[in-house]
């Protein structure tokens, strides 16, 4: 796919500002997450791990490390692959290399809930400032690797202006994988994907229960196929496993709720919520008088700028 780009700044003089480092972009990039979504299956992205060592990751027999393990919507877990300049077959070669090793990886990182799925779904992603042609088409067409992971390719381009920094991102992915979740629901009037429709019923039977305690609220919301986690864990209690690069709750500003206690207890929602989690979640919710309908509008391409 073909997208125009056009970048309008007044009055300002912009100059190429480019990563010097693979790890100057890894850091960027996990400063600022956002810029790995893709699309509305591919979305609400966490990273979870860095430099993980792999043996035999490449199809040439050598060692390697990942740059980045991240999670998509708490259900799909991606291996991205970093390169400060152009992305080509090599830095392909090297990612399927990864993702052939992805049951070692599973091994590695099983601390984290998100991988606790023994059977997850997967996809690859590169990174770099531009992509050669023959990769662009390639992935614009709908590469899978193994016939079943789709592979993204994104790339950064960043400039420096008077006392500004700016970011460009172009997308490359056609998903042609099998494994596809497209649900959205609909919660007074809002449109959310999983785990940020069980931060907004919260956030409403707060609003509506402004004596709920901790415990009341996971009495609530927390069943059977939730294997012992909690819905609702005290914020900085979520701030220490994000600090151990653990990170299983909503803990930005915008997300923290504070419960009307004496104490003005600070509380965080869980967002490891996949698909099989949400009919019984949906269902609870329905007996507290929560209307809650699914939405599965297609999504449209875009262009982030």
Avoid at 36 to 58: H, R, S
Avoid at 240 to 263: P, T, V, W, Y
């Amino acid at each position: 796919m073909r997208v125009l780009r056009q970048l309008t700044i007044n009055d300002e003089r912009l100059e190429k500002f480019p990563f010097k480092r693979e790890l100057s972009m890894q850091a960027y990039l996990m400063e600022n997450e956002e810029i790995l979504n893709l699309n509305d299956i591919y979305y609400d992205v966490q990273i979870y791990d860095e430099e993980i060592f792999l043996e035999y990751a490449g199809k040439d027999g050598k060692n390697g490390r990942t740059d980045l393990i991240a999670s998509y919507a708490s259900e799909y877990i991606a291996i991205i692959e970093l390169k400060k300049n152009e992305i080509n077959q090599c830095a392909l070669t090297q990612l399927e290399g990864y993702l052939a090793q992805r049951k070692n990886l599973l091994e590695k990182t099983k601390d984290n809930p998100i991988l606790e799925n023994t059977k997850p779904n997967w996809i690859g992603v590169l990174i770099g400032d531009s992509i050669c042609q023959e990769l662009e088409n390639k992935i614009s067409s709908g590469y899978l690797f193994d016939e079943k992971i789709p592979i993204a390719a994104l790339t950064i381009e960043r400039f420096k202006g008077r006392g500004n920094t700016y970011v460009i991102t172009d997308l490359y992915f056609k998903n042609k994988s099998k494994s596809k979740n497209r649900d959205k629901y609909k919660f007074f009037n809002m449109k959310y994907g999983k785990g940020r429709l069980v931060l907004a019923v919260i956030k409403q039977y707060v609003r509506d229960n402004p004596i709920v305690t901790l415990a009341e609220l996971n009495s609530k919301f927390t069943h059977s196929s939730r294997k012992g986690i909690a819905t609702v864990v005290m914020y900085k209690n979520a701030l220490e496993f994000a600090s151990k690069n653990r990170k299983r709750h909503f803990i930005n500003s915008g997300d923290i709720i504070k419960l009307n206690d004496a104490d003005g207890t600070e509380i965080a929602v869980s967002d490891q919520w996949g698909i099989g989690d949400m009919p019984e979640f949906i269902k609870k919710a329905k007996e507290l008088n929560y209307k809650i309908e699914r939405d599965c509008s297609k999504f449209c391409v875009r262009l982030n700028i």
